[in-house]
Nanobody, 120 residues
Framework: QVQLVDSGGGLVQPGGSLRLSCLVSGNIGSIYTRAWYRQAPGKQRDLVASLSTGGRTTYADSVKDRFTISRENANSTVYTVYLQMDNLQPEDTAVYYC???????????WGQGTQVTVSS
């Protein structure tokens, strides 16, 4: 199995920055994609950014040039996935969820979510 723990959310003013962290542990060798999603109130959960094992990144059009996804290895059983968010805007307000795709059943795993609120 794989375990994910999200953190780093908070309240920030427009134009500010936050860095979200996702601690990934367990059978990390089974993972082939890491991603961040977000869900605003009353809306569906949408993909924000993804990072493949080969290093390929993808971003939603709304966050390109403002958000950066990255990974930092700690050891063979734990690593952290980051989402650096710059020039935050009120429309970025949402609960952000870390996600990994794995060859293990059920095929993907989710963090518990972390709230990001952008407001003056």
């Amino acid at each position: 199995q794989v375990q994910l723990v999200d953190s780093g959310g908070g309240l920030v003013q427009p134009g500010g920055s936050l860095r979200l962290s996702c601690l990934v542990s367990g059978n990390i060798g089974s993972i082939y994609t890491r991603a961040w999603y977000r869900q605003a109130p009353g809306k569906q959960r949408d993909l924000v950014a993804s990072l493949s094992t080969g290093g390929r990144t993808t971003y939603a059009d709304s966050v390109k040039d403002r958000f950066t996804i990255s990974r930092e290895n700690a050891n063979s059983t734990v690593y952290t996935v980051y989402l650096q968010m710059d020039n935050l805007q009120p429309e970025d307000t949402a609960v952000y969820y870390c996600n990994v795709k794995s060859i293990l059943t059920p095929g993907e795993f989710w963090g518990q979510g972390t709230q990001v609120t952008v407001s003056s």
